[in-house]
């Protein structure tokens, strides 16, 4: 009975050592991390890549000069080995799993962005979520300047697209898992939001760059944007529409796509819904509601067909239209979709029910 109860005391000796010396002794320290906020990727004259880091400081570690944040930008071959060799820049452990954002010079997206995000998605280095979005200007100029809102690195893009926070509809919010996903589906092209560089501010939306094969082919302007939201589903709060003679507000709209084969042509048909509130009209020109409806009509019908064409023109299905024909196309078939969607006839209606139109005057 003795040798049982020293054999239970050696075995709970044995569990509290094992306690004590169990650990990730391995790990570091987050007061020993830089943790990167935005990831920004040029391609220069003089090099093949250059890599953009920008680091939240705390304020317990703030410098002379105030900064909440500081730059590090490195050369390299590939990203992971501009990565690399930042860290010898650096006296603490480099954590990139923070980043919000991974921002791409206009120049390196035309020649094609394939090879600089293989990198995220293979390492999982990077949030799948983190928000991608092409650059017009200076990167380091944008990776320098303190955000004018004080907003940490990284945050300050994330709100700027965020739908709870800076985002409108026409703002294509856009994550790197949606990015990858379509560089290998022919049935579904990119499109990823254009900022330009701003004076007072960081940036400012420009529309939104049209990618085949991962190049910049094409662009839309902030009010085909606007279209490009509605019909894919993506609408979300309210957003204004402004013609020459009202001001109408779209709170909400509903699709119902049908597609079809007439022979070697698809066909795709858009029944849309729209509802909207009148802001504001021109009452000199004494505008009656259906009159309103009708303007709106002709002008968001407009907006469709230039959308359309621009994108017909490249052969870039960026709505994903594709996906519906996937079940009537063989395998072998998908990579000839953007020459089909070229041809494509779509047809589009709208239904457009106004509210809160308000006190009407009466005619004398």
């Known amino acids: ?26 790990s ?45 930008s490195q050369d390299g071959l590939t990203v992971p080995d501009a990565m690399n060799k930042a860290k010898y820049k650096l006296p603490k452990a480099l954590e990139s799993s923070t980043a919000r954002a991974i921002l791409l010079d206009e120049k390196m997206a035309k020649s094609g962005i394939n090879p600089y995000l293989e990198f995220a998605v293979r390492e999982r280095s990077v949030p799948l979520d983190a928000i991608v979005a092409v650059v017009r200007g200076n990167m380091e100029r944008i990776f320098t300047s303190p955000n004018p809102t004080g ?28 990015v990858y996903a379509k560089l290998y589906n022919p049935l579904h092209a990119n499109l990823i939001p254009l900022l330009s560089e701003g004076t007072l501010n960081s940036f400012i ?23 490009y939201e509605i019909f894919t589903h993506r609408f979300h709060d309210a957003e204004m529409a402004l013609m020459n003679r009202s001001d109408v ?69 960026v709505f994903g239209f594709g996906n519906h024909f996937r079940s009537r196309l063989q395998p072998s078939q998908y990579a000839k979709w953007p020459e089909m969607f070229k041809k494509a006839r779509i047809n589009v209606e709208f239904h457009i029910d106004m509210r809160n139109t308000g006190l009407q005057f009466l005619e004398r």
Request: charged share 25%; aromatic share 8%; glycine share 8%.
């Open 1 to 26: 009975m003795s040798g049982k109860r020293h054999h239970w005391k050696a075995s709970a000796a044995c569990g509290l050592i094992a306690l004590i010396l169990s650990g990730c002794w391995d």
């Open 28 to 72: 570091k320290d987050i007061d020993n991390r830089l943790m990167v906020g935005a990831i920004g990727l040029e391609q220069p004259k003089d090099t093949s890549l250059r890599l953009w880091l920008r680091f939240p400081l705390p304020k317990a570690t703030l410098g002379e000069a105030g900064k909440d944040f500081f730059t590090v």
């Open 151 to 178: 907003e940490l690195s990284g945050i300050y893009t994330k709100l700027f697209f965020e739908p709870y926070s800076g985002g409108t509809p026409r703002k294509n919010k856009t994550m790197l898992w949606e």
């Open 205 to 227: 939306f420009a529309g939104n760059a049209i990618l085949i094969n991962g190049k910049i082919v094409g662009e839309l302007n902030k009010s085909e944007s606007l279209m």
């Open 249 to 317: 507000r779209i709170v909400h709209n509903h699709n119902r796509i049908a597609t079809s084969f007439e022979g070697d042509t698809p066909v795709i048909s858009i029944d849309c819904s729209l509802i909207t509130t009148l802001i504001d009209s021109s009452q000199s020109l004494h505008q009656k509601i259906p009159q309103i409806v009708e303007d709106l009509k002709a002008e968001l019908t407009e907006l469709s067909r230039s959308m359309f064409e621009k994108t017909q023109k490249q052969g870039a299905d």
